[in-house]
């Protein structure tokens, strides 16, 4: 009873240091890129610019949150006889966001597919665009349709992960990408800062809580 008392406690004050971990290294992140605009302006928009230095360690960041959660994916697919819905959409969320950083969609096929006419571009052969159909809209079609079958599933397993620290930090991070992904436009006319600092910054934050909630993640959902 002693031992199972003191290795309950143990649990939970490692479990929190997951939250402590995540804010600490928020506020150095910040605090740091911050100094460096206040100090040299210039240095703060080169490395906030885009495809700057600090996107691709938020890409990094994101890659890395990826791979340990699909490790979690698979290791408690295996544990469990079933693939946990929640498990898919983190992985395949982190996946889209390394994908949307990255420009892939430019990079293959030489323009932003979402936001041009590529798809009915006549120009472009059709097996490309078949092919940036099937990727763009069919892979996350297929997600959210394997989400909505399991929808008490997922419900349940989401709840499960707000009670512990991992969850609510990879919520709060979530959170932070969706409201920075909302607003990016606004964020590029603050006076005073570089024109993507402020969405940099903030798309670090949330990769560093990607990957501090990707590291934390002791228990299966």
């Given amino acids: 009873m002693v031992v199972a008392t003191f290795l309950a406690r143990l649990w939970s004050r490692a479990e929190f240091r997951c939250e402590t971990l995540a804010a600490a290294l928020a ?41 340990l959660f699909g490790r979690h994916l698979v290791r408690n697919a295996a544990r469990a006889g079933h693939v946990s819905p929640l498990d898919v959409v983190i992985v395949a969320s982190l996946i889209g966001l390394v994908i949307g950083e990255v420009d892939l969609d430019r990079l293959v096929f030489g323009t932003k597919v979402i936001s041009t006419r590529f798809f009915v571009n006549p120009r472009v052969a059709l097996p490309w665009r078949v092919l940036a159909a099937v990727v763009v809209v069919g892979v996350p079609a297929a997600i959210g349709i394997f989400a909505l079958v399991r929808i008490r599933l997922f419900w349940s397993e989401s709840w499960i992960a707000i009670a512990e620290p991992w969850g609510r930090v990879l919520a709060a991070s979530v959170a932070l990408a969706v409201f920075t992904e909302l607003f990016e436009r606004q964020l590029g006319h603050v006076p005073g800062v570089p024109r993507y600092f402020l969405e940099e910054v903030f798309e670090l934050v949330a990769g560093i809580g990607f990957l501090v909630s990707a590291v934390a993640r002791r228990s299966d959902v």
Avoid: K
């Fill in 27 to 67: 506020v150095i992140a910040v605090f740091v890129l911050s100094a460096i605009a206040l100090v040299d302006p210039g240095l703060a928009d080169r490395a906030t610019a885009e495809s700057g230095v600090v996107e691709w360690f938020q890409v990094l960041l994101d890659a890395a949150a990826a791979v």
